[in-house]
């Protein structure tokens, strides 16, 4: 494992209880949104359950990224994709995955409000200590390097390659996930399927 590296690796289960207990506090609130709004790509899948647990049917999604085209990237992310419905004088609950640098999330909550949003409260699954924003909900805070359970492929080939740049092997990648968590079975079949990029 690299120096400092360290990854956590949560289970379809764990997420689901993680979402449960964060609608309980959602519920305890009393905040009772119009729309629910989740940051593509990683917040779709929190904001369906929670719209599920929540019983509210009104769901939307934006995009924001760092990156501008193929290998082009920004300190700064950018809205690539306008939210997909109209939130103006309405309360808008914005969800994703991790609140990692937390710019994401800035960019988006200033981007709803500038869109009319009359209340806008944020909730995640993780926040790291050092994001820039805080989100009125989360479950767990965390240091570590997440890898959620609809992103394993792409967080291998992003392991492996940062791995490969500090002049590690695919094989000690590979070992340190295992030491972590990840299925070894879903190691095996990911790394024979993207092997050819890293040849």
Do not use: C
């Not at 400092?4 to 997420?15: D, K, V």
């Not at 103006?88 to 937390?102: A, H, M, Q, Y």
């Not at 479950?139 to 570590?144: A, G, I, R, S, W």
Request: glycine share 4%.
């Amino acid at each position: 494992m690299l120096p400092n590296e360290r990854f956590e690796i949560p289970t379809w289960r764990e997420i689901y209880a993680m979402l449960l207990e964060l609608a309980q506090k959602i519920r305890k609130d009393k905040f009772s949104p119009d729309v629910i709004v989740g940051i593509s790509r990683g917040g779709w899948i929190p904001a369906r359950i929670l719209s599920d647990l929540l019983e509210h049917p009104e769901i939307a999604n934006v995009k924001a990224e760092f990156y501008l085209g193929v290998a082009e990237t920004t300190k700064e992310p950018v809205i690539t994709q306008t939210v997909s419905t109209n939130v103006k004088d309405k309360k808008v609950f914005l969800v994703d995955d991790v609140s990692d640098t937390g710019k994401s999330l800035r960019l988006v909550k200033d981007y709803l409000l500038e869109q009319g949003a009359k209340a806008l409260k944020i909730a995640t699954l993780y926040y790291k200590p050092w994001s820039i924003t805080k989100p009125d909900y989360y479950e767990k805070t965390t240091q570590d390097w997440i890898i959620f359970p609809w992103e394993r492929k792409e967080a291998l080939r992003r392991v492996i390659e940062k791995f490969q740049k500090n002049g590690k092997t695919i094989d000690e990648a590979r070992q340190a996930l295992m030491k972590s968590g990840f299925d070894q079975e879903l190691a095996k079949q990911f790394i024979e399927e993207i092997s050819t990029g890293f040849e």
